[in-house]
């Protein structure tokens, strides 16, 4: 296998020299392109949208949408008075106020778009669902964030229990004939008849913005809280790492409830004043060639699973399209493998750049910039102000070509500010030294490459997705047939891994394949489609700790026919 490092591919980027960059580089230049610099106020959708609708890029096309029904462009001006217009419907009927939790669950729309820009422009944090999320799920988070808003489709409100979320005041549904009442309002007419001029509510810096939420390995998702201030990073790495430059056309594959399609699907895009295409509907390969051909797409942002898919599409496909355009690629979210990386080279000559970050993390951290040798296999090296380092449990820096934790120095401008009424578990981040411990073990070779090996934790990643265990199999356990389970991440080739369950029955279940399949469904039903485990296999008991805790290491040795390891704290 040809693991040589790729050259760089001579170009004019953002970042022409990392180590130079690197020794003279401080935030605080970056910092001079908001208007905080100016006035100590800040606004993420001003600086996102507004302030390129009051330059020479107002006319240009600021958002390309396409999904299976609709086809529309919106400009950078156009962007501006419609995400007015939301601001003011969400502050007119449902009193959003600056620190409010707007919830925003539907598929992708330029409405959904205009709901988060606009709520941002309020001052309000805003909590993007993925639309595959059920009742269980959803509520999970409404509850927790203490959501005030939420603005839904008619379709999606049945897994909304509003009666039992007494902080919820507000429904905005975005669909057709839409009957209003005390909780319920019509997002498109009251959009239709809203102001167009708002005045912008001026933050902070530091004021809450994002609230995602993700899965660890224990205990029920966690809301991540992300800061305005997170722009400074998220501008910088669209252009030195995304590279975009005035005449690119952007698309990130990403849907806005995972932190890929907010970050690079939303802000930093918008804040480089880039054309953006937002593309719904479901993953077919043909569309996606089609999409990367109609649009133009001069830079890509997508995920391995997904490069996995279209590679076992075939190359055939892929000659049937024009992507002549297309001049920079770039995955995130899982390994890359260096398989992909040779079949990018094959069917659009293009190197592919692995992107390592976190919905913790709020922006990139470790990439292969375009001016960078790639080293196959290598996640690439830690951006310009940020200290990336390999260290033990205590905080001891290892030295070159030791796995260990992957760890990053506090105080990077994007880094999460908060865990949504946790800070237990928000301190649990951090080792002595201020090193910010990812979860992710690695190691850093003596050029300063960073090489992913796996999770510390449970958490599991299934086709870019992130899912802890213990909300699985909690959600397992609530059905009538059912006394144990324990989940684990089964390497996939194409997925990275698949969600596996080891089910003990209760008494009086026959261990039956139509068994199996209820149980999917229940748990398909009850989380979200992403989340069922794809394999069950039933088992009479499931390997516990004495003080009655899964062991799903264990689990894990079992499916990989591995050694088990240190088995003393089993209970029997
Ligand atoms: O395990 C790492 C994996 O994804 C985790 C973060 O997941 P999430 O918060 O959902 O964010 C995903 C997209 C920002 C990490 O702890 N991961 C992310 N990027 C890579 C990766 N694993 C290997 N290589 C990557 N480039």
Same mark, same amino acid.
């Given at each position: 296998?040809?693991?040589?490092?790729?050259?760089?591919?001579?170009?004019?980027?953002?970042?022409?020299?990392?180590?130079?960059?690197?020794?003279?580089?401080?935030?605080?230049?970056?910092?001079?392109?908001?208007?905080?610099?100016?006035?100590?106020?800040?606004?993420?959708?001003?600086?996102?949208?507004?302030?390129?609708?009051?330059?020479?890029?107002?006319?240009?096309?600021?958002?390309?949408?396409?999904?299976?029904?609709?086809?529309?462009?919106?400009?950078?001006?156009?962007?501006?008075?419609?995400?007015?217009?939301?601001?003011?419907?969400?502050?007119?009927?449902?009193?959003?106020?600056?620190?409010?939790?707007?919830?925003?669950?539907?598929?992708?729309?330029?409405?959904?778009?205009?709901?988060?820009?606009?709520? !941002?422009?309020?001052?309000?944090?805003?909590?993007?669902?993925?639309?595959?999320?059920?009742?269980?799920?959803?509520?999970?988070?409404?509850?927790?964030?203490?959501?005030?808003?939420?603005?839904?489709?008619?379709?999606?409100?049945?897994?909304?229990?509003?009666?039992?979320?007494?902080?919820?005041?507000?429904?905005?549904?975005?669909?057709?004939?839409?009957?209003?009442?005390?909780?319920?309002?019509?997002?498109?007419?009251?959009?239709?008849?809203?102001?167009?001029?708002?005045?912008?509510?001026?933050?902070?810096?530091?004021?809450?913005?994002?609230?995602?939420?993700?899965?660890?390995?224990?205990?029920?998702?966690?809301?991540?809280?992300?800061?305005?201030?997170?722009?400074?990073?998220?501008?910088?790495?669209?252009?030195?790492?995304?590279?975009?430059?005035?005449?690119?056309?952007?698309?990130?594959?990403?849907?806005?409830? /995972?932190?890929?399609?907010?970050?690079?699907?939303?802000?930093?895009?918008?804040?480089?004043?880039?054309?953006?295409?937002?593309?719904?509907?479901?993953?077919?390969?043909?569309?996606?060639?089609?999409?990367?051909?109609?649009?133009?797409?001069?830079?890509?942002?997508?995920?391995?699973?997904?490069?996995?898919?279209?590679?076992?599409?075939?190359?055939?496909?892929?000659?049937?399209?024009?992507?002549?355009?297309?001049?920079?690629?770039?995955?995130?979210?899982?390994?890359?493998?260096?398989?992909?990386?040779?079949?990018?080279?094959?069917?659009?000559?293009?190197?592919?750049?692995?992107? /390592?970050?976190?919905?913790?993390?709020?922006?990139?951290?470790?990439?292969?910039?375009?001016?960078?040798?790639?080293?196959?296999?290598?996640?690439?090296?830690?951006?310009?102000?940020?200290?990336?380092? !390999?260290?033990?449990?205590?905080?001891? !820096?290892?030295?070159?070509?030791?796995?260990?934790?992957?760890? !990053?120095?506090?105080?990077?401008?994007?880094?999460?500010?908060?865990?949504?009424?946790?800070?237990?578990?928000?301190?649990?981040?951090?080792?002595?030294?201020?090193?910010?411990?990812?979860?992710?073990?690695?190691?850093?070779?003596?050029?300063?490459?960073?090489?992913?090996?796996?999770?510390?934790?449970?958490?599991?990643?299934?086709?870019?997705?992130?899912?802890?265990?213990?909300?699985?199999?909690?959600?397992?356990?609530?059905?009538?047939?059912?006394?144990?389970?324990?989940?684990?991440?089964?390497?996939?080739?194409?997925?990275?891994?698949?969600?596996?369950?080891?089910?003990?029955?209760?008494?009086?279940?026959?261990?039956?394949?139509?068994?199996?399949?209820?149980?999917?469904?229940?748990?398909?039903?009850?989380?979200?489609?992403?989340?069922?485990?794809?394999?069950?296999?039933?088992?009479?008991?499931?390997?516990?700790?004495?003080?009655?805790?899964?062991?799903?290491?264990?689990?894990?040795?079992?499916?990989?026919?591995?050694?088990?390891?240190?088995?003393?704290?089993?209970?029997?």
């Amino acid at each position: 296998m040809d693991l040589q490092a790729l050259p760089v591919v001579q170009g004019k980027y953002n970042l022409e020299n990392y180590e130079d960059t690197c020794a003279n580089f401080d935030w605080s230049d970056t910092e001079k392109q908001f208007s905080w610099y100016e006035t100590g106020r800040v606004n993420m959708a001003y600086e996102a949208i507004d302030r390129h609708a009051e330059s020479f890029r107002k006319n240009k096309v600021a958002l390309y949408f396409r999904d299976d029904n609709r086809e529309e462009k919106y400009t950078f001006r156009e962007m501006k008075l419609l995400t007015n217009k939301a601001a003011n419907a969400l502050k007119t009927h449902g009193n959003v106020e600056k620190g409010d939790r707007v919830f925003i669950f539907m598929p992708r729309s330029p409405e959904l778009y205009f709901a988060i820009l606009g709520s !941002i422009k309020l001052g309000a944090i805003v909590g993007p669902l993925f639309e595959a999320f059920m009742e269980g799920a959803v509520k999970d988070r409404l509850e927790d964030s203490e959501a005030k808003a939420l603005v839904t489709t008619p379709e999606l409100l049945e897994r909304v229990p509003v009666e039992e979320l007494p902080n919820l005041k507000s429904v905005f549904l975005v669909g057709k004939d839409i009957e209003e009442s005390d909780t319920i309002i019509d997002f498109n007419k009251r959009m239709a008849e809203a102001d167009r001029n708002l005045e912008i509510e001026w933050v902070d810096r530091e004021d809450g913005l994002i609230l995602h939420y993700t899965s660890g390995s224990t205990g029920r998702p966690k809301g991540v809280l992300h800061v305005h201030n997170a722009m400074i990073q998220q501008y910088q790495t669209a252009r030195w790492v995304l590279d975009l430059q005035e005449e690119d056309v952007y698309w990130c594959t990403a849907d806005p409830g /995972w932190v890929t399609g907010t970050s690079y699907g939303i802000f930093g895009p918008w804040l480089a004043g880039a054309s953006n295409v937002i593309v719904g509907g479901r993953f077919k390969p043909e569309t996606w060639y089609q999409t990367l051909e109609d649009f133009g797409v001069t830079v890509w942002y997508s995920a391995p699973t997904a490069f996995r898919m279209l590679m076992s599409a075939g190359d055939e496909l892929v000659k049937q399209f024009d992507l002549s355009e297309l001049r920079h690629v770039m995955s995130v979210g899982e390994p890359l493998n260096p398989e992909v990386i040779r079949w990018g080279l094959k069917v659009f000559n293009k190197r592919i750049h692995d992107t /390592w970050w976190m919905t913790e993390t709020g922006a990139q951290l470790i990439v292969n910039f375009p001016c960078l040798e790639i080293k196959p296999g290598s996640m690439g090296k830690p951006i310009p102000g940020v200290e990336a380092a !390999i260290v033990d449990d205590q905080g001891n !820096i290892l030295p070159p070509n030791r796995m260990g934790n992957l760890a !990053i120095k506090k105080g990077w401008p994007s880094m999460m500010r908060e865990i949504w009424n946790n800070q237990a578990k928000y301190d649990s981040y951090f080792l002595p030294g201020g090193w910010y411990v990812s979860g992710d073990s690695a190691y850093m070779d003596e050029d300063g490459y960073f090489f992913f090996q796996g999770r510390v934790d449970d958490v599991i990643m299934t086709s870019g997705e992130r899912v802890g265990p213990f909300e699985v199999e909690s959600k397992i356990l609530e059905h009538p047939a059912v006394a144990e389970a324990g989940v684990i991440g089964k390497p996939d080739p194409v997925r990275g891994e698949i969600i596996k369950a080891f089910v003990a029955l209760l008494e009086g279940n026959e261990p039956t394949d139509e068994l199996k399949e209820d149980i999917r469904q229940f748990v398909k039903k009850g989380l979200a489609a992403h989340a069922a485990p794809r394999e069950i296999e039933f088992r009479d008991k499931l390997p516990k700790t004495r003080s009655g805790k899964i062991m799903r290491r264990v689990l894990k040795a079992w499916e990989l026919d591995l050694p088990t390891g240190d088995l003393s704290t089993m209970e029997d």
